[in-house]
Nanobody
């Protein structure tokens, strides 16, 4: 059974940095994509960054401050967040799409979420 576990969140002052990590365990098929989403208090879930083998995309307003990267040997995705602002506060969720879409075995998985708070 696949599990995604996030780490690296916490409290940081405005202008600070955090690096989130998410590792997928129990993976027996190809990971087609990994991504980060976030949900601010009282708002819906927003895509932050999305990474596949062929492309990486960012929420336009975050590009330049946030960087997604992957260690495919460890089924891990990272999110480096720099120059953090209070509006970056929220719960950050890891996402993975695992399996073969052509064969119809692709499924979406989510982590439990990790809190990021930007405050002085």
């Amino acid at each position: 059974q696949v599990h995604l576990v996030e780490s690296g969140g916490g409290l940081v002052q405005p202008g600070g940095s955090l690096r989130l990590s998410c590792t997928a365990s129990g993976v027996t098929q190809t990971i087609g994509a990994m991504a980060w989403y976030r949900q601010a208090p009282g708002q819906g879930r927003q895509q932050v960054a999305f990474d596949t083998d062929t492309a990486t995309t960012y929420e336009p307003s975050l590009k330049g401050r946030f960087t997604i990267s992957r260690d495919k040997t460890k089924n891990t995705v990272f999110l480096q967040m720099n120059d953090l602002k209070p509006e970056d506060t929220g719960i950050y969720y890891c996402y993975a799409n695992i399996g073969d879409p052509v064969l119809g075995t692709a499924r979406t998985y989510w982590g439990q979420g990790i809190q990021v708070t930007v405050s002085s």
